[in-house]
C-alpha cells in the first residue's frame, strides 16, 4: 500500500490554501503566552540587573520551547504531524532558547497581539454552523488539530479513492429501508438480505401493504428480525401516509420516520440526495477519539466536534473514508497499526500490532485479498481490483 504524501501540506492552511488572516489571528495564542513570559522576564529584568535579566530571559525561551516540544509531542507520538504542522514555531521557540537575548528583543512583535483568545478554540471561515468552534481535547492548538485532522481525510482519500456506501441500493427507499436494517449486523448481511425482500416488495406502498410474518421470514438473517420487520413497514406507513410514498430530502422530515434518527437520515441524505452528511457510526466514534479530534462520546456532539474541522462538502466523503478505514485497518480490538497509512499523524499508534508484517495479516476486504461488501460494488472499486461480495449462503 503505497500513499504519496502531499509534502506542501505542512505549509498549507486549514482550508488546504494560504494562511488566511482570519486564521492568523488565532494563532497567536501561544505569542501572546510568549509575550506575557518576555514580559515577565522584563519586569524580573527591572527589578534585578541588565545580566540577570538575560537570565531571566533565557529561562523563559527555554521554557517554552521545551513545553512546545512537549505538546508536540504528546499529540503524536515520535515523529508526528503536530511537530510537523508546528515546526515553524518550535523552532521559533527553539532560537529564542539557545540565544537568551533574543526573547526580550522579540518582545515588541509579541505585544501587538493583545486579541488573543482566552481558551485554545478557533473559528474556521467556510467550515461548520456559525457557532462551531474547535476543541482540541489535548495540548494541541486549534489550528495544527485542523491541519492535522484535514491530513488525515487527503491521505484516506489517496488509500480509498473508491470509497462509497456500503449498502446496495439503487433509489432512497431502498437506502432508507437498508440502513435501517443494518442496525446491529454488517453491511454484508443487509446486501445479501434486500434483494429478496426489495424484489417482492419494490415500494413503500407494497411493504407498508406486507404480510409481516412473510417480512419476517426473509429479513431473519439480519437477526432482531421482528423489530426490524415492525421498523420497514411502519417507515413505509409513514413514508405513504406522510409523504406521498417518496422519501423526504429534508433532515427534520427523516427523522420523524419510524426507526430512523440522525445516523440514518445522514447516510440517506449524503448518499441518496448528494446532502452532505457526517455519519457517525461505530467506526467513526472510536477512530475520531483515538485520533483526538475530540475528547465527546455522545454521537451528535461528535458531530458537531468534527464537523467544525472540516468544510461542509468535505462531510460526506470523510465519512466514507474514517468508516472504511475503521472496517480495514484500525479495527476495535486489533488495529493495524504496522500496516496503516496514516501511522505518523495517529497520536494511537502502537495501541495495535506494530509489526508490519503481522498488522498485514490484520487487514480486511480488498486490503487484505477478500471481497467487499456489496454484491453490485461501483465501477471503481471493480476498477480498483476489488471484487464484489457473493449472494447469501454463497461464501
Ligand atoms: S491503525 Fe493504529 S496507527 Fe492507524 S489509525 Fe488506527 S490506531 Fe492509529
Known amino acids: 500500500m503505497v500513499v504519496r504524501r502531499n509534502s506542501a501540506v505542512g505549509e498549507q492552511g486549514p482550508d488546504g490554501g494560504k ?56 499529540v503524536s507520538g515520535s ?40 481558551k485554545a478554540t478557533a473559528r474556521l471561515k467556510g467550515t461548520a454552523p456559525a457557532k462551531a468552534v474547535v476543541h482540541p481535547p489535548g495540548d494541541e492548538s486549534p489550528t495544527a488539530l485542523v491541519r492535522r485532522a484535514r491530513r488525515i481525510n487527503r491521505e484516506l482519500a489517496e488509500v480509498f479513492p473508491y470509497a462509497h456506501p456500503e449498502l446496495d441500493f439503487e433509489n432512497p427507499f431502498q437506502l432508507v429501508v437498508a440502513t435501517v436494517l ?30 409481516p410474518e412473510e417480512v419476517e421470514e426473509i429479513l431473519r438473517p439480519c437477526g432482531f428480525f421482528r423489530a426490524k420487520t415492525k421498523s420497514v413497514i411502519g417507515l413505509s406507513k409513514a413514508l405513504v401516509e406522510d409523504f406521498g410514498g417518496e422519501v423526504p430530502g429534508r433532515l427534520d422530515d427523516l427523522v420523524k420516520l419510524p426507526g430512523v434518527g440522525r445516523k440514518t437520515a445522514f447516510v440517506v441524505l449524503g448518499n441518496a440526495f448528494g446532502r452532505p452528511g457526517i455519519t457517525v457510526d461505530t467506526h467513526f466514534q472510536r477512530l475520531v477519539r483515538r485520533w483526538r479530534w475530540t475528547g465527546e462520546s455522545d454521537p451528535d456532539k461528535i458531530e458537531a466536534a468534527v464537523g467544525a474541522l472540516f468544510p461542509k462538502s468535505d462531510w460526506t466523503d470523510l465519512s466514507h473514508h474514517v468508516i472504511w478505514h475503521g472496517r480495514r485497518i484500525c479495527h476495535a480490538r486489533k488495529p493495524a497499526c504496522g500496516a496503516c497509512p496514516i501511522a505518523p499523524l495517529c497520536p494511537a499508534y502502537g495501541e495495535g500490532e506494530t509489526d508490519p508484517e503481522k498488522a498485514k495479516k490484520l487487514l480486511k476486504y480488498e486490503k487484505g485479498g477478500f471481497p467487499g461488501q456489496r454484491l453490485k460494488p461501483p465501477q471503481a472499486y471493480l476498477d480498483a481490483g476489488g471484487t464484489p461480495a457473493p449472494p447469501l449462503g454463497a461464501g
Open 19 to 74: 494562511k488566511t488572516a482570519k486564521q492568523n489571528k488565532t494563532e497567536p495564542v501561544k505569542k501572546t503566552a510568549s509575550a506575557k513570559k518576555t514580559a515577565s522576564a522584563k519586569k524580573t529584568a527591572s527589578a534585578k540587573k541588565a545580566a540577570p535579566a538575560k537570565k531571566s530571559a533565557s529561562k523563559a525561551g527555554a521554557s517554552k520551547a521545551s513545553g512546545t516540544k512537549a505538546a508536540a509531542s504528546k
Open 79 to 118: 515523529k508526528t504531524s503536530a511537530s510537523k504542522t508546528s515546526g515553524s514555531k518550535t523552532s521559533a521557540a527553539e532560537k529564542a532558547a539557545k540565544g537568551g537575548g533574543a526573547a526580550v528583543k522579540k518582545a515588541p512583535a509579541a505585544k501587538k497581539v493583545t486579541v488573543a483568545p482566552k
Open 182 to 211: 443494518s442496525a446491529q449486523t454488517t453491511d454484508l448481511r443487509v446486501n445479501q438480505t434486500t434483494p429478496s425482500l426489495f424484489a417482492k416488495y419494490p415500494t413503500p406502498e407494497d411493504l407498508a401493504a406486507a404480510n
